[in-house]
């Protein structure tokens, strides 16, 4: 079950590191820990689990409140916002600790959640909707242990105006506080190319978003428009009539590590990045999906807070990629792997038609990541299998995936584009951008609006990846170490990943809001230690 590479990697892991677990303090022995039960590229010190007995939850969606629950609305800058684009819809949030199970094998865990779930509900809408959000914060404010009980939400990318995205600084929540959050549902530029549809909501409170959202501080957001309607029946000639309703299916993977008591396990101390060496999937160790024989949408969203990962079909089967972040691409691609560093979002098809009742076929992370700096660059033989798909039935299909799914924005660069240079680093066993730690009073950059960019994002080195994370507006690669991008990455982003001595180039701008936004390394303890910059958008 265990090799010596393995073995020492655990007692390393387990005896050199100080780890927290459950709120106690403390070093832990490699001697009272049960033998790692888990894949070779994984340092183990969880219970071992029985695999694929489960079935995968699924995250309920988020009911809409009667709007007097929530007049007035406190948030003075946001004022401005409620004329111009009045909240169609009204929802509440409680940010509650709560038990969860993440498998049958282990006891109950502590977790924090959004109205005390993990994944937390699902925020569903439509563009053209402007809704807003009230989040409270119940979380015990005596709280002894990893991470803090104050929250900042961002949702991560909506096209939001900079006082409701979560600004890591500004709005702290506290215990029996609230904070309104107004999204104005509209398309950036308001050009309907530049629609996102798999977003999510995490915690993102500076310094303390990694061991937030370890706690289970996260949650999607899916946005719909009259061609991505989330109807595959849909009559209008418009509509793309993807998989809908109960094929499409989020899936949030987030790794952890559990004491013998079934609580999370956590590693402050290590700036590097944080491993689990559980994955789970909407909030399950190794679950199965029972599918029928017809396509399914899969919205592949890593939840951090350090992993990359790179996902096969166990049997080597193609499937065909649809959006990246959430956009939709021009057409779908047929890969044989998808990739997601923190926070990307991946929407996959896979087709079960062709296979036949009663077969079995897993998702598979093949990717070789030892600690938390990055992939090796290893693709592994047989990597680790999170999800099982258990072909159970025969149900109708949706209609042909289409040809054309949206195009691009145009990219419009002149001779007198601003150009600017971004370089992430390792610095004073921190992490740096330009050679500056985060300073949320000092803008790095002020930006005028509307005016488009190239900004080249440059990995330092020193064997590190950073998925790199700007808010408010997605860009488009040109060029990266040189060269054009491969088919899969040529949509929009809101992250990319930047792999040692990788130098990306890419193509943004800032329409429709001026005020403070931050960009930041999406390794969530590269973030929390100061990879992390503000900009301000200026008029
Ligand atoms: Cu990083």
Request: one cysteine or more.
């Amino acid at each position: 079950m265990i090799n010596k590479r393995d073995f020492l990697k655990w007692g390393f892991i387990t005896g050199g590191a100080a780890l927290i677990s459950g709120g106690v303090q403390g070093i832990r022995s490699a001697s009272s820990q049960t033998p790692p039960a888990c894949p070779p590229d994984i340092p183990a010190v969880s219970p071992p689990t029985t695999p694929f007995v489960h079935a995968l939850p699924m995250p309920p969606v988020l009911q809409p409140v009667p709007p007097a629950q929530l007049d007035p609305s406190p948030v003075p800058g946001n004022h401005q916002r409620y004329s111009e684009y009045p909240p169609i819809h009204y929802y509440e949030i409680r940010v509650r600790e709560a038990l969860h199970s993440f498998h049958p094998d282990l006891p109950l865990t502590k977790i924090w959640g959004y109205n005390g779930i993990f994944p937390g509900p699902t925020i569903t809408g439509r563009y053209g909707a402007p809704f807003l959000i009230r989040i409270h914060n119940e979380l015990p404010p005596d709280h002894v242990g990893f991470g803090i009980p104050q929250i900042i939400t961002h949702m991560h990318n909506f096209h939001t105006a900079w006082e409701s995205d979560g600004n890591p600084n500004i709005g702290f929540v506290n215990f029996g506080e609230f904070r309104d959050h107004h999204y104005c549902g509209k398309y950036a530029g308001d050009d309907e190319r530049e629609a996102l549809g798999t977003l999510w909501y995490h915690d993102h409170r500076k310094d303390f978003t990694a061991p937030n959202a370890y706690r289970g501080l996260a949650g999607f957001v899916l946005f719909f428009d009259h061609k991505d309607t989330g109807n595959e029946q849909d009559p209008n000639p418009q509509a793309l009539k993807l998989p809908s309703g109960q094929y499409d299916v989020p899936l949030v993977f987030a790794d952890k590590t559990f004491d013998a008591a079934g609580q999370l396990v956590f590693d402050q101390f290590s700036f590097d990045g944080f491993l689990g060496d559980k994955i789970t999937v909407n909030g399950a160790i190794q679950p199965f999906l029972k599918v029928a024989r017809r396509k399914y949408r899969f919205r592949l969203l890593d939840g951090g807070p350090s992993r990359f990962y790179e996902f096969f079909l166990s049997d080597g089967k193609s499937f065909e990629l649809i959006a990246t972040d959430g956009n939709l691409l021009p057409g779908p691609i047929t890969v044989e792997s998808a990739r997601v560093a923190v926070a990307q979002r991946r929407d996959i098809v896979i087709d079960f038609s062709q296979y036949q009742i009663g077969d079995r076929v897993f998702l598979e992370n093949r990717l070789e990541q030892v600690d938390g700096r990055g992939p090796t660059g290893t693709i592994l033989q047989h990597g680790t299998q999170v999800l099982r798909f258990d072909v159970d039935l025969e149900a109708a299909d949706s209609p042909p995936l289409p040809l054309s799914m949206r195009s691009l924005p145009p990219i419009n660069i002149t001779a007198s584009t601003p150009r600017r240079t971004f370089t992430f680093e390792r610095t004073q066993g921190a992490w740096a951008i330009n050679g500056q730690f985060y300073n949320p009073d000092a803008p790095v950059a002020t930006i005028p609006q509307g005016v488009p960019e190239v900004w080249t994002l440059r990995n330092a080195g020193g064997g590190w990846s950073h998925p790199i994370h700007i808010h408010f507006e997605e860009f488009q690669i040109l060029l990266r170490n040189g060269q054009t991008p491969e088919p899969e990455e040529i949509g929009r982003h809101d992250v990319v990943e930047l792999g040692p001595n990788d130098e990306v180039q890419i193509y943004i701008q800032f329409r429709d809001f001026t005020g403070r936004y931050v960009m930041h390394c999406h390794n969530t303890v590269h973030e929390d230690h100061a990879m992390m910059v503000r900009f301000d958008i200026v008029p």
